[in-house]
């Protein structure tokens, strides 16, 4: 599983990132890159140890320790210190190069003599490249504690001279207790004109509460302190104050800074924290100021600290852009076609297919695998044209047109060419109709279906712009990029070549329906009859975006329930029968069934074909349906600003969803990723926000122009001080886990 991780990371990165040169066959299994391994001490404990290959790295706060045996728990991690990075998702973090080594001190009673331990890291590699989280169970045979028995002195003056020694140990340990000055060395710098650099110091056996941490600006007016983010350390109960983290050995991480005066001048910086030596011994809180000159920002420099930001930020379609700006133009294109491909196996290409697959089995039993291909290049080609006019359009002239092909009327539409086509599949054009309706008939879905590469290109334009208006991070930074430029040449053509890209899975199943669809005789009836049915599937899930969930529940029951009818499931079978007709038999008897269970769901308040009995109890205790967290709605720039300034009075970073009815990857987003408890547990700290831009009104244009977003989906990030966090966007789909990967620590 690792392997295939590797391999789709690296053809990503090869599409999608400015190296290029990356050869696959360079980079290391996360077990030769980063080799863990753990051995005993001699008090008892454990030491746990990683061996880095030579230009690969470990995230300190991606290292987690767990123990799996239940009468053993890790009473402290002692991580050493590391190096500074500022990474472009994370920030700046610190990392393991090389060798390093961490102990680990348990609590356990004294005949446990086994113990299973559960490491959690993750790392990258300097080309680019980072892991999925990596989880090894280690199983260690612990030594016996050294502790003395009771017979080991039954002397009394022995006994009396062991006290004594013991307390003048203890009086020792006191006597070289560090001071606070000593045990925890704060200093600060200035990293650049908008940031600042602090660190902590702390002695070994020392100790910082991460939560105590406090950074402040003393009278200053022409400068202040923007949301920082202090590194993780260890999860600790502590007496005193709870849960907390605590942090050890090495701290440091930058703080930015807003800029009113650009002119150099002076600020103090005041540090606020507390610590503790682990022998238990707490310090009072402590309070510490440092001078630091600021420099002069020159004028061609960013002169807030936003711009400066948007600047820094990386996010995938910042990256794409950057790709689009320094690669050759031949590169370009073919990093393009690589992100169609990557496109093509998303929900926003899936209903092409059996649209196209009805095109090419309406021939009939005259069609040819050459003939049926060119069918297919029509429909891909079309389509990509489409996304490269209408993409050029929507970055000149900032409309998404997509989205204004969403409209009711167009929908109902659109869904009445699919049923007519259906119709035709079934024959129904063979009754004696007056002629007159015969021929517009024939107009409105025989056109389509009657061998005319004309026909299918119609139908390839119709469904790009309607069936799967998706919006993912290539096409989002190629129309900004044209917006921003003005270079149509590039923009478009990088924007045709990832369409034609997306529709290759469609040439391969044109083609190969040529070959493999029956000639003549019942078998093609039978299968245009399964793809009318299919046309109307495609019908109803166009109308889900204009209808009540009601109605469409109740459509996906007749559809089910009908065909099964047509498959004879409520038929006796008589006493000699092929197997072929049991086998179709069963089928119907499945629909049937399904088709029943859809219309018990509708009946009991669910709108949800594909589960629809989920959220009933069915006397069944504990089961909770996985469900999308609440958000709050905004319909304007003007609520989302509101609400942003009480999150940022509260103290709360906030998530900007933008969703729209007819975006597939948005409900599939809402199902499959924000739906699961891990996701809506690390977002319980957020405010959650929701633009709605379904209807493409005025205010949801103005929200998207604002941000510079082509369409939905999108998620957002604001910090604490009210901005938006650039290099954490998301754009398009996103598993569960990428997301908590992406998700700020907060």
């Not at 393009?336 to 290409?349: D, E, I, N, S, Y």
């Not at 009318?532 to 009601?550: K, P, S, T, Y």
Request: a neutral charge.
């Amino acid at each position: 599983m690792h392997h295939v991780k590797i391999v789709l990371s690296c053809f990503f990165i090869l599409f999608s990132q400015l190296t290029f040169a990356i050869d696959p066959d360079d980079l290391l299994t996360p077990e030769q890159a980063f080799k863990v391994s753990a051995q005993t001490t001699k008090d008892g404990n454990l030491q746990i140890s990683w061996d880095i290959a030579e230009g690969y790295y470990l995230y300190r706060n991606k290292m987690l320790f767990t123990s799996k045996t239940e009468a053993i728990t890790i009473e402290h991690a002692d991580l050493p210190a590391g190096e500074v990075k500022t990474d472009k998702y994370f920030g700046d973090v610190i990392i393991y190069r090389n060798n390093i080594a961490s102990k680990l001190t348990l609590q356990r009673p004294e005949e446990a003599t086994s113990f299973s331990l559960l490491v959690k890291h993750q790392g990258c590699a300097d080309l680019g490249i980072c892991y999925p989280p990596q989880r090894t169970i280690l199983t260690i045979q612990l030594p016996e504690k050294n502790i003395p028995t009771a017979n080991s002195s039954s002397n009394p003056l022995q006994q009396l001279s062991n006290g004594f020694k013991l307390g003048l140990n203890l009086f020792k340990q006191e006597a070289e207790l560090l001071p606070a000055e000593e045990a925890f060395q704060f200093s600060a710098l200035v990293k650049d004109g908008q940031n600042l650099s602090v660190n902590w110091q702390i002695a070994e056996g020392y100790y910082l509460y991460r939560e105590k941490i406090d950074l402040q600006l003393l009278g200053s007016d022409n400068s202040k302190l923007l949301a920082y983010e202090i590194p993780h350390g260890t999860p600790k109960f502590d007496e005193a104050f709870g849960d907390v983290e605590i942090l050890h050995n090495n701290l440091a991480f930058t703080v930015p800074l807003e800029r009113l005066n650009t002119a150099q001048h002076s600020i103090i910086l005041r540090a606020k924290f507390q610590g503790c030596a682990e022998r238990g011994v707490c310090y009072p809180p402590m309070d510490k100021t440092v001078t630091l000159l600021l420099p002069e920002i020159v004028a061609n420099n960013s002169s807030t600290p936003v711009v400066q930001a948007k600047k820094k930020a990386s996010s995938e379609q910042d990256l794409i852009i950057q790709s689009l700006q320094q690669d050759s133009f031949l590169l370009t294109l073919l990093s393009f076609f690589g992100f169609g491909l990557l496109l093509a196996f998303t929900p926003c290409v899936f209903p092409m297919i059996p649209i196209l697959s009805g095109i090419i089995v309406g021939q009939g039993k005259d069609i040819s695998s050459r003939k049926a291909f060119m069918l297919s290049l029509s429909f891909v080609l079309a389509s990509a044209i489409t996304y490269t006019v209408f993409g050029i359009l929507a970055a000149l002239f900032g409309s998404n047109l997509q989205a204004t092909f969403q409209a009711p009327w167009i929908i109902y539409l659109f869904s009445g060419i699919f049923i007519l086509l259906s119709l035709a599949m079934f024959d129904f054009y063979h009754l004696e109709l007056p002629k007159s309706l015969q021929a517009r008939l024939h107009n409105a879905s025989d056109k389509h279906r009657d061998g005319s590469y004309l026909g299918a290109g119609l139908m390839g334009v119709f469904s790009s712009l309607i069936v799967g208006p998706c919006v993912a991070a290539p096409l989002a930074a190629a129309l900004m990029y044209i917006g921003q430029s003005g270079d149509v040449i590039l923009g478009g053509s990088a924007l045709f070549v990832m369409g034609f890209g997306m529709g290759v899975p469609l040439l391969i199943i044109g083609a190969s329906a040529g070959s493999l669809l029956p000639k003549a005789g019942h078998w093609l009836n039978a299968s245009k009859s399964v793809f009318g049915v299919i046309m109307l599937a495609v019908a109803v899930w166009m109308l889900e975006r204009v209808l009540a969930a009601e109605i469409i529940m109740f459509f996906w029951a007749i559809l089910f329930i009908i065909p099964a009818i047509y498959l004879r499931a409520l038929d006796p079978l008589p006493s000699v029968d092929s197997g072929w007709h049991k086998l179709w038999k069963g089928f119907g008897v499945i629909l049937l069934a399904y088709g029943l269970l859809i219309l018990v769901g509708l009946s009991a308040g669910n709108n949800n074909p594909l589960q629809p009995l989920k959220g009933l109890s069915m006397g069944v205790a504990g089961v909770q349906a996985e469900t999308p967290p609440v958000f709050k709605k905004v319909a304007s720039l003007s609520e989302l600003k509101q609400e942003i300034q009480r999150a940022k009075a509260k103290g709360q970073w906030v998530m900007l969803d933008f969703y729209a009815d007819w975006c597939i990857s948005c409900k599939e987003m809402e199902a499959y990723t924000l739906s699961k408890p891990e996701v809506k547990q690390a977002l319980s700290n957020f405010v959650l926000l929701q633009a709605d831009v379904t209807k493409n009104t005025i205010a949801d244009k103005e929200l998207l122009k604002t941000f510079k977003l082509v369409g939905p989906p999108a998620i957002l990030f604001f910090r604490l001080d009210g901005q938006e966090q650039g290099n954490l966007r998301i754009i398009g789909y996103q598993d569960a886990e990428t997301f908590l990967s992406r998700l700020p620590m907060i």
